[in-house]
């Protein structure tokens, strides 16, 4: 039996209300993400990649249409139900780390296992292994406040992961980040690929989207391509003016 998408939209549509005049952000998407696929969403500024990510993993609730994950369909989850699944399934990556200030790096990451049901040995051996493969070993006795930006979305990273999610959602993990903490974090995300984690995530970084299988790009709340990443060209010191070349 073949096995369904981790994750699926159907014409979903997000509009929201400015002073009672609607704004839509999403437009009649549909998206379907198969098992061990990293899929990379882009798109300019204001065309809807971070609203379609925070609906697919229930953080904003649709106007219309559906989401399934793992053949259920989920949009209809009260918000009780949908802070089960997310604990149970899916991994966040916000930009700005989101990290609980009074609780030590370890603690930050272990604890989304132990919610998980994982026991406290499975949970320290996944937070140890996590923080040693992003060079932060050392730093798991600290508080996020002691360390830098690069190091709290590193730590970040390490919690979204550390229950073996279903899938991983970042939104932008790598926009605040220098260019040491970004290979950093790419390279982790490189690893758990390639052991299969399927991984949807927002960037406007043709180096972070070269290393997905797919790009998806947004315009006005709608998908305008969406195609297999054939290579990246990237112009002399190229950051912001590279270009990410689709097949099909």
């Given at each position: ?30 998206l379907t993400v198969n098992p061990g696929e990293f899929v990379a969403i882009m798109g300019?500024?204001g065309s809807g990649k971070s609203t379609l990510i925070h609906l697919l993993g229930g ?73 040693a493969e992003l060079g932060l070993a050392d730093r798991a006795g600290v508080s996020p ?104």
């Amino acid at each position: 039996m073949t096995e369904p998408p981790v994750i699926q939209a159907i014409n979903l549509v997000k509009i929201y209300q400015t002073g009672g005049v609607p704004v839509p952000a999403i437009r009649g998407v549909d998206l379907t993400v198969n098992p061990g696929e990293f899929v990379a969403i882009m798109g300019p500024s204001g065309s809807g990649k971070s609203t379609l990510i925070h609906l697919l993993g229930g953080l904003d609730t649709r106007t219309s249409g559906e989401i399934w994950l793992d053949g259920q369909r989920v949009d209809t989850l009260s918000e009780s139900a949908w802070a089960l699944l997310r604990r149970q399934k899916i991994g966040f990556v916000f930009q700005f780390f989101n990290l609980v200030a009074n609780m030590t790096v370890a603690d930050n990451v272990e604890l989304p296992a132990l919610l998980g049901g994982a026991s406290p040995k499975v949970a320290r051996e996944r937070r140890e292994y996590l923080l040693a493969e992003l060079g932060l070993a050392d730093r798991a006795g600290v508080s996020p406040a002691q360390l830098s930006g690069g190091e709290q979305q590193r730590v970040a990273l390490a919690r979204a992961l550390a229950n073996h999610p279903r899938l991983l959602l970042a939104d932008e993990p790598t926009g605040n980040l220098d260019s040491r903490n970004t290979r950093d974090v790419l390279r982790l995300l490189s690893e758990v690929h390639r052991k299969g984690q399927t991984i949807v995530l927002v960037t406007h970084d043709a180096r972070v989207a070269g290393m997905a299988d797919r790009v998806v790009y947004l315009l006005d709340g709608q998908i305008v391509d969406d195609g297999p990443v054939a290579g990246v060209r990237r112009r002399i010191g190229g950051t912001a003016g590279d270009v990410v070349e689709l097949r099909g």
